[in-house]
């Protein structure tokens, strides 16, 4: 194809034995491509044929384009709604990508960032950092090494505070709290080169001026390394007075410095808080992690010992520092060798607490356990008891009998019948003895309006657990299903339990002839009953095959048998009549199952069987 044409290509030294037109040729020359002339005539229909086309579409076009615009103001309102739509979901990836959350916002300017994480760092290396200002402190000072951390620090709080306002999660833990500012000023450049110049002050102290003029108590200000660039002592003197200056203001402000009068001033400085990021002297690696209340070291010395610096240099180097710098210098020592040995401690009196917290815990189960085997003799010996006293009282009142009929007329029947008196008088003391014994009571009350059925409950007086089949009547009496066995009791002999199970007679373990319920010898006498509750009245067998359905079909059976059903409907389609005839024979090896029939009329016909449980 050349310029939509169809071409043949033909060598240069022929083209005077090929009649046609001539269109391109090849790069070198060697080849021309030629249309013949048997196919201009074809060429140029195939071309006016194409011509008609774009005028076609053209057309279908500008009539799709004119029956549209009646509707040009809901086409806009509906761009407008997609591209608000779009933001939403572009905002929900980014939460999902970096694992963020809701922040709280609050008006008092008070920010307090849980296991903040920079966006911009490897989520797989990042140390997350907690930062919190403006509740009992306005102030925040951030001194330590280079490398540790401090401006990354000081651009999460900005960062996180505009993304918060500008309607985004932030990636930190739940619960974190953001202030609304009306204003948030940064002046953040890279200070550690070679280039510290004059021309460099000039522009921070410029960026510096404008915040000042426009800072108030409702804005946030950061700073970093403020005051460098010049004479130290200047600096640090200049950097005082415009922190103190914002301090008065009541604007939230974070600056880092390497000053030492910076530390000491956040010292003595009501509303001022020194924080420092942690630096291992040990590995010379910073470890992220961000401390308020603790001023830093640059480590200086150290760093450059462990560097291999001599140490009469490092001696030379601390002659030159002036007293109080040095005293200064140990005590931030001091207290970072304290730091260290409280949170060791405290580690060591966490994992303790958790210890004691764990054997307290097993020793109230075991305490739980005997409790309950000593009440479980109690009561076999209280049942022994009854049981023999009654054997000893149905002998004895068949042997009054038997004697009264020969005592009749000897004149001693009064005398037996006040013995007998005595023995029944005592019988019904110990029962009712017993019975008191046996009653217990609940742990807490249930309230008849919580309950609902299928609700897991301990029947105390029994001893046994079950699921609640009835709502209580107006004596708070109930009917309870424990295993096999139903019984009506009282609300206030129940136990709410925190998952339905349930025990009873052909529900214990080890059993015999445990069948359909039995349990096995694993010592849990338990069926959970909680996926039983939402059981269909009927399950659906079209389409499959009998041995497809069987399985299904067995399953559904053993969950409605649980849930209580009276009956249920199997649908199987009339077909062939083998899917219905593989249930019917499945239908008659269950025991539980009373009896089945086809459906009547209204109920299905001769496709559904109706299966009533016993």
Known sequence: MRDGRYCLPVKAEYKSQFAGMVHDQSSTGSTLFIEPMAIIRLNN??????????????????????????????????LQILTKLD?????????????????????????????????????????????????EFDLLIVTGPNTGGKTVSLKTVGLFTLMG???????????????????????????QSIEQSLSTFSAHMTNIVSILNQADSHS??????????????????????????????????MATTHYSELKVFAL?????????????????RPTYRLLIGIPGKSNAFAISRKLGLPDYIIDDARGHLEAKDETFEDLLANLETSRVTIEKERAEIQAYRQEISSLKAKLEQKQERLDERREKLIQDANEEARRILREAKETADQTI????????????????????????????????????????????????????????????????????????????????????????????????????????????SGGKGGGKFGGKNTGSGKIKMSKSFSVSPEINLIGLTVDE??????????DAY????????????????????????????????????????GEGDTGVTIVTFK
Do not use: W
């Not at 071309?47 to 009539?63: C, G, P």
């Not at 970096?98 to 609050?106: E, G, K, R, T």
């Not at 003595?268 to 010379?284: K, M, R, Y």
């Not at 359905?549 to 053993?558: G, S, V």
């Open 549 to 558: 359905a069987i399985p299904q079909l067995d399953k559904y059976l053993d």
């Open 45 to 78: 229909e195939l071309r006016e044929l194409e011509i008609q086309e774009q005028k076609e579409i053209e057309m279908i076009l500008a009539d799709l384009s004119a029956q549209l615009v009646p509707y040009l103001e809901e086409l806009e309102i509906d």
């Open 87 to 135: 933001f939403i979901f572009a905002k929900a990836a980014l939460s999902k990508h970096y694992n963020c959350s809701c922040p709280l916002f609050n008006d008092k300017g008070y920010i307090n960032i849980k296991d903040g994480r920079h966006p911009l760092l490897d989520p797989k290396k990042v140390v997350p950092i907690n930062i919190y200002l403006g509740n």
């Open 165 to 191: 306002q500008a309607g985004l999660h932030i990636p930190a833990f739940d619960g974190s709290q953001l202030a609304v500012f009306e204003d948030v000023f940064a002046d953040i450049g890279d200070e």
């Open 401 to 508: 009998r038997s004697i009264n009929k020969i005592a009749d007329t000897s004149g001693i029947g009064k005398q037996l019948e006040a013995e007998r008196t005595k023995l029944r008088e005592k019988m019904n003391s110990v029962d009712e003895k017993l019975s008191s014994k046996a009653q217990k009571t609940p742990k807490k009350a249930i309230s008849p309006k919580t309950l609902k059925i299928g609700d897991g409950v301990r029947v105390l007086t029994m001893n046994l657990n079950g699921t609640v089949s009835t709502l209580p009547n107006a004596k708070g009496d109930l009917y309870v299903q424990m295993g096999i066995l139903r019984s009506l009791v009282n609300i206030k002999d129940l136990e709410l339990l925190d998952e339905a199970s349930v025990t009873g007679p052909g529900l214990e």
């Open 220 to 253: 946030l200000c950061l700073f970093d390394e403020l005051g460098a660039g010049t004479d130290p002592t200047e600096g640090a003197a200049l950097a005082i007075a415009i922190l103190s200056f914002l301090h008065n203001m009541k604007c939230r402000t």
């Open 268 to 284: 003595s400085t009501e509303g001022v808080e020194n924080a420092c990021c942690e630096f291992d002297v040990e590995t010379l």
């Open 562 to 601: 649980l849930a209580h059903l009276p009956q249920v409907r199997v649908v199987h389609g009339r077909g062939t009549g083998a899917l219905k005839a593989g249930v019917h024979r499945h239908l008659k090896k269950l025991k539980y199952v009373k009896e089945f029939r086809l459906g009547e009329f």
